[in-house]
């Protein structure tokens, strides 16, 4: 295994078994929406070795105080902007890693477009950079989408996630054009709803989400 891989193992080894399972979870929906919109080849362009760019958006988490991590997303202002940190981690760490591997640029370069601007907010609202509309790169776009999603869907320790699937899209949707690229948004919901109604992708949705959260 090469050094850059290790530093990937070692950093996503910090977090706990909840968040990575977030973070291939959010990496699974990313896959989803990118072929409702025809663009499933995309990620066979981007991988290293067998390591797909989709499933590390909150890699970058590793670097944090667990016990900020374990505060469940109950945060105090000081811990929110902490906790916003986790994207520049995550995205000097790719960049670490571009500058070791030789043939890890691609991948690298996409990794980290996802790590550092999936909370960029489609109306120019969020951070770092505050980026707004087809400036945030797409694959970020794609992962603000599927991040929350499975925020939403999954279950923090009964706490205060795990919605209903029409629940969630409803959430997506109310967020279409502040949030998110309402472009992305309506795909992903009509394709969703169609995939519900026609039992297309619903054995795949339960198949990832029966083995991602029932813990
Ligand atoms: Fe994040
Ligand atoms: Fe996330």
């Given at each position: 295994?090469?050094?850059?891989?290790?530093?990937?193992?070692?950093v996503?080894?910090?977090?706990?078994r909840r968040?990575v399972?977030h973070?291939m979870?959010?990496?699974?929906y990313?896959?989803?929406i990118?072929?409702?919109?025809?663009r499933?080849?995309?990620?066979?362009?981007?991988?290293?070795?067998?390591?797909?760019p989709?499933?590390?958006h909150d890699?970058?988490?590793?670097?944090?105080?667990?016990?900020?991590?374990?505060?469940?997303g109950l945060?105090t202002?000081?811990?929110?902007?902490?906790?916003?940190?986790?994207?520049?981690?995550?995205?000097r760490?790719?960049?670490?890693?571009d500058g070791m591997e030789?043939?890890a640029?691609?991948?690298?370069?996409?990794a980290?477009?996802?790590?550092?601007?999936?909370?960029?907010?489609y109306?120019?609202?969020?951070?770092?950079?505050?980026?707004?509309?087809?400036?945030?790169?797409?694959l970020?776009?794609?992962?603000?989408?599927?991040?929350?999603?499975?925020r939403?869907r999954?279950n923090?320790?009964?706490?205060?996630?795990?919605?209903?699937?029409?629940?969630?899209l409803?959430?997506?949707?109310r967020?279409a054009?502040?949030f998110?690229?309402?472009?992305?948004?309506?795909?992903f919901?009509?394709?969703?709803?169609?995939?519900?109604?026609?039992?297309?992708?619903?054995?795949?949705?339960?198949?990832?989400?029966?083995?991602?959260?029932?813990?």
């Amino acid at each position: 295994m090469s050094e850059g891989e290790k530093m990937l193992r070692t950093v996503m080894g910090r977090l706990s078994r909840r968040e990575v399972y977030h973070n291939m979870v959010t990496g699974q929906y990313m896959r989803i929406i990118l072929r409702l919109m025809k663009r499933e080849h995309l990620e066979s362009q981007l991988m290293w070795h067998n390591l797909s760019p989709f499933d590390y958006h909150d890699i970058g988490k590793g670097f944090l105080d667990s016990d900020l991590l374990d505060s469940q997303g109950l945060y105090t202002k000081d811990q929110d902007l902490l906790m916003m940190a986790h994207v520049d981690y995550g995205s000097r760490l790719f960049q670490q890693i571009d500058g070791m591997e030789p043939d890890a640029h691609t991948f690298c370069r996409a990794a980290g477009q996802i790590v550092l601007y999936h909370h960029e907010c489609y109306d120019g609202s969020g951070y770092p950079d505050g980026l707004s509309g087809k400036d945030i790169p797409l694959l970020a776009r794609v992962c603000a989408v599927a991040n929350v999603y499975t925020r939403l869907r999954e279950n923090a320790g009964g706490l205060m996630y795990q919605r209903t699937i029409k629940e969630s899209l409803d959430a997506l949707k109310r967020s279409a054009g502040t949030f998110f690229d309402p472009d992305i948004v309506d795909v992903f919901v009509e394709g969703t709803t169609q995939a519900l109604m026609e039992k297309q992708l619903v054995h795949q949705l339960d198949l990832i989400e029966s083995n991602h959260f029932s813990f």
